[in-house]
């Protein structure tokens, strides 16, 4: 279950904490704004109250956040400067939360931790009793981030804190008791799971919450229908509570809960045996589904319908069920697939405005101050000694700024990364461009080192992509035919980096070889680093070098050997210098994952023989 699942059950209780805060920042809006371009205008007011502004600050924010606007979180950041000038602490706590919450529904998850990290800084610091809040938060996002054990770390934190806390409504309580049997769940404790659902029915009762109480019988049916084995008890509990819940969510209207709940009971169901109930689950999901609308859960619905008429022995209605579902889905995973590429080129082109603008403000600022060091150097000499004190304060404090700014760039680079790494897995298309991006930057790049260092992660990126290429053609998407890919990948290799001046001879031995989708790229890489490596450093004479690569394979594992007949180890540099290269380091990474081993030996009668086994 994903976090954004685990913050509709949060936001249950504490997206209106501190209904009613005191301070004067609760005066409403004089007249209904909605449109962004109104709340702008209005905030540009000159003479508006404090109480106003902050308001209109958040409804603005709210609006950003949903457009996906890069100003959301400035917007954002100045409603909590707002509150924290006039010292209203509980609003600025309110005020992260809500950046927090926004932050996580567009997976911002840096974002989203290091305000949860202010929240908890501001709340201890002024003895604030929502400090639990952003310790659940934190909760949260370790289990979203797979990090589920430290997630419950911090959950039962947050539940020692919120014990101890006053003005906890019963609301909340429930919600934070239901987050921790979500993390149970992750981590598949599903004893663990019925005891916190179980307690968090009576103050979700107390509080009157229908979709809290619906959750919780939700909750409870999808447990006993995971457990195993899957007794006719187990599964009529499941049946029992989710029945319960499918009333409560329609009820209140609560579309999309219903809807989840009515397609977990077809599956149960279906498990039972029980054919004609699944389908007819299966048709209230599919109705719900299009009335809302909801496409994900309209092409599950038709997938479980497809089960029930293929359980009936209806192949044609199966048939027909079956190729809607996967038509929806591959449009839904088109249309997502667009709408991340073009929020990842907005803010690429947003990020690399900032790092401009930043550089020509540095950039002034050095040149104001070589001017008044000019200037004040034509006083006296006391008056030179001072001012030459308090220029170098000026220019050690330029230099860390300027670190701290080099440090953001350098860590919104790897979030970049991850986030490219996430939106271009196994697309082959969305690979090319990253390496036409590299190709870009390294055109633009004055250092041949930086430029040396983005030619090789180009060439690691391009062994993915050929990959993909491979399972694009592939009539098995799960496997590799390695022999074919390596064979392919050499010439590749050998075409871009074999000089002139210094020939070498390609020589290959391919057995057949099959690996799945996830090792093949491990593989490949490895194989990328080993060849390049060799091409690089082991051929330094004038004469002709000759490099043999060969891969036989085993029933259950493979050996690949990379000889060469350079000017071996010693003169390549080895020692613990090149051991703690990034080369190398990515070779046994690479070999770990692959639970293989990597050896390296002198070749008769010069050169390196490299060999990766796995047994």
């Given at each position: 279950?994903?976090?954004?699942?685990?913050l509709?059950?949060?936001?249950?209780a504490?997206?209106?904490?501190?209904?009613?805060?005191?301070?004067?920042?609760?005066?409403?809006?004089?007249?209904?704004?909605?449109?962004?371009?109104?709340?702008?205008?209005?905030?540009?007011?000159?003479?508006l109250?404090?109480?106003?502004?902050?308001?209109?600050?958040?409804?603005?924010?709210?609006?950003?956040?949903?457009?996906?606007?890069?100003?959301?979180?400035?917007?954002?950041?100045?409603?909590?400067?707002?509150?924290?000038?006039?010292r209203?602490?509980?609003?600025?706590?309110?005020?992260?939360?809500?950046?927090?919450?926004?932050?996580?529904?567009?997976?911002?998850?840096?974002?989203?931790?290091?305000?949860?990290?202010?929240?908890?800084?501001?709340?201890?610091?002024?003895?604030?009793?929502?400090?639990?809040?952003?310790?659940?938060?934190?909760?949260?996002?370790?289990?979203?981030?797979?990090?589920?054990?430290?997630?419950?770390?911090?959950?039962?934190?947050?539940?020692?804190q919120?014990?101890?806390?006053?003005?906890?409504?019963?609301g909340?309580?429930?919600?934070?008791?239901?987050?921790?049997?979500?993390?149970?769940?992750?981590?598949?404790?599903?004893?663990?799971?019925?005891?916190?659902?179980?307690?968090?029915?009576?103050?979700?009762?107390?509080?009157?919450?229908?979709?809290?109480?619906?959750?919780?019988?939700?909750?409870?049916?999808?447990?006993?229908?995971?457990?195993?084995?899957?007794?006719p008890?187990?599964?009529?509990?499941?049946?029992?509570?989710?029945?319960?819940?499918?009333?409560?969510?329609?009820?209140?209207?609560?579309?999309?809960?219903?809807?989840?709940?009515?397609?977990?009971?077809?599956?149960?169901?279906?498990?039972?045996?029980?054919?004609?109930?699944?389908?007819?689950?299966?048709?209230?999901?599919?109705?719900?589904?299009?009335?809302?609308?909801?496409?994900?859960?309209?092409?599950?619905?038709?997938?479980?319908?497809?089960?029930?008429?293929?359980?009936?022995?209806?192949?044609?209605?199966?048939?027909?069920?079956?190729?809607?579902?996967?038509?929806?889905?591959?449009?839904?995973?088109?249309?997502?697939?667009?709408?991340?590429?073009?929020?990842?080129?907005?803010g690429?082109?947003?990020?690399?405005?900032?790092?401009?603008?930043?550089?020509?403000?540095?950039?002034?600022?050095?040149?104001?101050?070589?001017?008044?060091?000019?200037?004040?150097?034509?006083?006296?000499?006391?008056?030179?000694?001072?001012?030459?004190?308090?220029?170098?304060?000026?220019?050690r404090?330029q230099?860390?700024?300027?670190?701290?700014?080099?440090?953001?760039?350098?860590?919104?680079?790897?979030?970049?990364?991850?986030?490219?790494?996430?939106?271009?897995?196994?697309?082959?298309?969305n690979?090319?461009?990253?390496?036409s991006?590299?190709a870009?930057?390294?055109?633009?790049?004055?250092?041949?080192?930086?430029?040396?260092?983005?030619a090789?992660?180009?060439?690691?990126?391009?062994?993915?992509?050929?990959?993909?290429?491979?399972?694009?053609?592939?009539?098995?998407?799960?496997?590799?035919?390695?022999?074919?890919?390596?064979?392919?990948?050499?010439?590749?290799?050998?075409?871009s980096?074999?000089s002139?001046?210094?020939p070498?001879?390609?020589?290959?031995?391919?057995?057949?070889?099959?690996?799945?989708?996830?090792?093949?790229?491990?593989?490949?890489?490895?194989?990328?680093e080993?060849?390049?490596?060799?091409?690089?450093?082991?051929?330094?004479?004038?004469?002709?070098?000759?490099?043999?690569?060969?891969?036989s394979?085993?029933?259950?594992?493979?050996?690949?050997?990379?000889?060469?007949?350079?000017?071996?180890?010693?003169?390549e540099?080895?020692?613990?210098?090149?051991?703690?290269?990034?080369?190398?380091q990515?070779?046994?990474?690479?070999?770990?994952?692959?639970?293989?081993?990597?050896?390296?030996?002198?070749?008769?009668?010069?050169?390196?023989?490299?060999?990766?086994?796995?047994?």
């Amino acid at each position: 279950m994903s976090c954004s699942k685990l913050l509709v059950v949060m936001g249950l209780a504490l997206a209106s904490a501190f209904p009613g805060a005191a301070g004067s920042l609760d005066a409403p809006i004089p007249a209904p704004v909605t449109a962004i371009d109104s709340l702008r205008g209005l905030l540009e007011q000159r003479g508006l109250p404090d109480s106003t502004r902050f308001r209109l600050l958040g409804a603005l924010r709210d609006k950003l956040f949903a457009q996906a606007d890069p100003d959301a979180r400035k917007v954002g950041e100045q409603a909590v400067s707002l509150a924290t000038l006039r010292r209203d602490w509980p609003r600025a706590s309110e005020a992260l939360y809500q950046l927090i919450v926004n932050c996580e529904r567009e997976s911002d998850y840096v974002g989203a931790t290091a305000y949860c990290q202010q929240g908890l800084d501001l709340t201890k610091t002024h003895k604030l009793p929502d400090q639990w809040r952003f310790t659940q938060c934190l909760g949260l996002l370790a289990v979203d981030t797979k990090e589920a054990a430290k997630g419950l770390q911090w959950m039962r934190l947050a539940y020692q804190q919120q014990a101890g806390a006053t003005k906890v409504t019963p609301g909340q309580r429930g919600s934070l008791l239901l987050n921790l049997a979500t993390t149970f769940m992750v981590l598949e404790q599903y004893d663990s799971v019925l005891h916190y659902a179980a307690r968090a029915l009576p103050p979700m009762q107390q509080a009157n919450d229908a979709r809290g109480i619906g959750s919780v019988y939700q909750f409870k049916g999808e447990v006993y229908a995971l457990l195993q084995p899957h007794t006719p008890a187990r599964l009529d509990s499941a049946v029992t509570n989710m029945r319960r819940a499918l009333p409560i969510l329609r009820q209140h209207r609560f579309p999309s809960h219903a809807t989840a709940s009515a397609l977990a009971l077809a599956r149960t169901y279906r498990l039972m045996g029980r054919t004609g109930e699944s389908q007819k689950a299966a048709e209230l999901a599919l109705r719900m589904a299009r009335e809302t609308p909801m496409p994900e859960y309209e092409a599950e619905a038709l997938a479980c319908l497809a089960w029930a008429e293929a359980d009936q022995g209806k192949v044609a209605r199966s048939t027909e069920y079956d190729t809607r579902s996967q038509e929806l889905r591959d449009s839904l995973f088109s249309h997502d697939k667009a709408q991340a590429l073009a929020r990842l080129q907005v803010g690429y082109d947003v990020k690399l405005l900032q790092q401009k603008n930043r550089a020509a403000e540095f950039e002034q600022r050095s040149q104001r101050a070589r001017l008044q060091s000019l200037l004040l150097l034509l006083g006296g000499l006391l008056a030179t000694l001072g001012v030459g004190g308090w220029l170098y304060w000026r220019l050690r404090r330029q230099k860390a700024l300027l670190a701290v700014a080099n440090e953001a760039n350098r860590q919104s680079a790897a979030e970049k990364e991850v986030l490219l790494q996430e939106i271009h897995h196994r697309v082959k298309n969305n690979l090319q461009l990253v390496s036409s991006l590299l190709a870009w930057q390294s055109s633009v790049l004055p250092d041949p080192a930086l430029t040396a260092a983005l030619a090789g992660s180009q060439s690691r990126i391009q062994s993915m992509a050929l990959v993909h290429e491979f399972l694009y053609r592939a009539d098995n998407l799960a496997q590799v035919r390695m022999d074919d890919y390596l064979a392919q990948l050499l010439d590749s290799l050998h075409t871009s980096l074999n000089s002139p001046e210094r020939p070498v001879q390609l020589s290959t031995d391919l057995q057949p070889l099959i690996l799945e989708a996830r090792e093949a790229t491990s593989f490949g890489l490895l194989v990328n680093e080993l060849v390049s490596n060799a091409y690089k450093h082991a051929f330094r004479g004038p004469g002709p070098g000759h490099l043999h690569v060969s891969l036989s394979s085993g029933p259950t594992g493979f050996q690949l050997r990379v000889i060469d007949n350079g000017v071996g180890m010693a003169a390549e540099g080895g020692g613990e210098a090149a051991s703690r290269s990034l080369g190398l380091q990515l070779v046994r990474r690479l070999a770990k994952q692959l639970k293989a081993t990597v050896t390296a030996s002198p070749s008769e009668p010069t050169g390196t023989r490299m060999e990766v086994t796995r047994s």
